[in-house]
């Protein structure tokens, strides 16, 4: 089965700053996807950054960065240069065959 | 490109009454998901659709939610009848392929009274 792990209900961070969300996942899949979503106070969800599993090298997006821990099925996002609008819930998601699970998600808000 | 487009928007309605969702996913897109997404949590998968064949149904309450993927294009979500505890927001979302990235719809808000 798989799940997917947020342990940080909730964050805060400096504009300007930098903050690290985590995330830990678990998978029987082979051939699998990360993704990063974010939904902003009543605004659609979208993606901010997503990795496949056989990728050695992390993904990164202008100021997003994953830092993707295979062994230790950890999948956490970076968030540098901390703007007002990226105050948001974040969620961990992985997907496999015919399967896509949501983690519970991490409310970061940042202030100014 | 024209995004996924989800009606209506809200919806406040009586428990036991029924109620239906409409959703329209991005054209070609061959996977189609309904989520149910409780404030404050993650979005729940209650079915997925590959083309017009329900690829996953097992979190969906079967006895009062019912799905449909007409033609492998447009979608409805009916609950029948509702309960005090379906009032959240469905999200439709659709994806090239099963794997990829999804593009979410802005949302139906139920509330149930």
């Known amino acids: 089965a798989q799940t997917v792990t947020q342990s940080q209900p909730e964050m805060s961070v400096q504009e300007a700053e930098t903050v690290t969300l985590s995330c830990t996942y678990d998978?029987?899949?082979?051939?699998?996807?990360l993704f990063w979503y974010k939904q902003p106070p009543s605004r659609q969800m979208i993606l901010v950054i997503r990795?496949?599993?056989?990728?050695?090298q992390n993904a990164t997006e202008n100021r997003f960065s994953v830092n993707f821990q295979k062994a230790a099925k950890s999948f956490s996002l970076k968030i540098s240069d901390s703007q007002l609008g990226d105050t948001a819930m974040y969620f961990c998601?992985?997907?496999?065959?015919?399967?896509?699970?949501f983690g519970t998600g991490t409310r970061l808000k940042v202030l100014a | 490109e024209a995004g996924v487009a989800q009606s209506p928007r809200y919806k406040i309605i009586e428990k036991r009454q029924s109620v239906a969702f409409w959703c329209n996913p991005i054209?070609?897109?061959?996977?189609l998901y309904w989520y149910q997404q409780i404030l404050g949590q993650g979005p729940k998968l209650l079915i997925q659709?590959?083309?017009?064949?329900?690829?996953?149904d097992s979190q969906l309450p079967k006895d009062r939610f019912s799905a449909e993927r007409l033609k492998g294009v447009d979608s409805t979500l009916k609950i029948q009848p509702a309960k005090l505890e379906d009032s959240a927001v469905y999200l439709c979302?659709?994806?090239?392929?099963?794997?990829?990235?999804?593009?979410f719809g802005p949302g139906t808000r139920l509330t149930v009274t």
């Open positions: 979302a659709s994806s090239p392929g099963p794997l990829g990235e999804q593009y």
């Open positions: 990795q496949e599993a056989y990728k050695q």
């Open positions: 054209s070609g897109h061959a996977t």
């Open positions: 998978t029987s899949e082979n051939n699998y996807y």
């Open positions: 998601a992985t997907s496999g065959t015919y399967k896509y699970i």
């Open positions: 659709f590959q083309n017009n064949g329900v690829v996953d």
